[in-house]
T-cell receptor, first 112, second 112 residues
Framework: DGGITQSPKYLFRKEGQNVTLSCEQN?????MYWYRQDPGQGLRLIYY???????QKGDIAEGYSVSREKKESFPLTVTSAQKNPTAFYLC???????????FGPGTRLTVT | RKEVEQDPGPFNVPEGATVAFNCTYS??????FFWYRQDCRKEPKLLMS???SGNEDGRFTAQLNRASQYISLLIRDSKLSDSATYLC?????????????FGKGTKLSVIP
């Protein structure tokens, strides 16, 4: 079945460590996105990529980095510079209809 | 300034009731609008699109009032399975491409 996978579902890290969240899609979509969701908050865009080897900062890119070496993969690294990294991270992709985004199941990151 | 405002609720309604949510947006240039559904601790999924005055899909009706800049979602004959958070989503033009602005969501609980 086509879809988006994110791993792991839950991730625990110590403060000061970098951590990379995985996002893979087999929908043949060009565009991919990373969002962060905090309790009681809307989704906020971290980074997005319209095409392989190209990506742009979203509204809250500070403390995060991404790469887009393959169409299917868009990993997100949460660096130690991110002041409040504990959150629910959602990856999404979209095809020709840019407004319809398909989301992965998310990764819950807890940093202590 | 991009902004999407929603009543956070919760809306607690009995099975079979009709319930409506409103969403206001600030960007008068927006042409299309979306409702996503997010179950507890899950990823958002597209529920309905609104491109003109409204859209109807079974028990769900989405309406657009451009003059007052609000979108509404009406759910008739509520089912227990309708319990979820409903996210209002408005595209905005970012750095050369459209991105989605998500509202914080309205929580619906349908009670037996």
């Amino acid at each position: 079945d086509g879809g988006i996978t994110q791993s792991p579902k839950y991730l625990f890290r110590k403060e000061g460590q970098n951590v990379t969240l995985s996002c893979e899609q087999n929908l043949n979509h060009d565009a991919m996105y990373w969002y962060r969701q905090d309790p009681g908050q809307g989704l906020r865009l971290i980074y997005y990529s319209q095409i392989v080897n190209d990506f742009q900062k979203g509204d809250i890119a500070e403390g995060y980095s991404v790469s887009r070496e393959k169409k299917e993969s868009f990993p997100l690294t949460v660096t130690s510079a991110q002041k409040n990294p504990t959150a629910f991270y959602l990856c999404a992709s979209s095809g020709q209809t840019v407004y319809e985004q398909y989301f992965g199941p998310g990764t819950r990151l807890t940093v202590t | 300034r991009k902004e999407v405002e929603q009543d956070p609720g919760p809306f607690n309604v009995p099975e079979g009731a009709t319930v409506a949510f409103n969403c206001t947006y600030s960007n008068s240039a927006s042409q299309s609008f979306f409702w996503y559904r997010q179950d507890c601790r899950k990823e958002p999924k597209l529920l309905m699109s609104v491109y003109s005055s409204g859209n109807e899909d079974g028990r769900f009706t989405a309406q657009l009032n451009r003059a007052s800049q609000y979108i509404s979602l009406l759910i008739r004959d509520s089912k227990l399975s309708d319990s979820a958070t409903y996210l209002c989503v408005v595209p905005h033009l970012g750095a050369g491409s459209y991105q989605l602005t998500f509202g914080k969501g309205t929580k619906l609980s349908v009670i037996p």
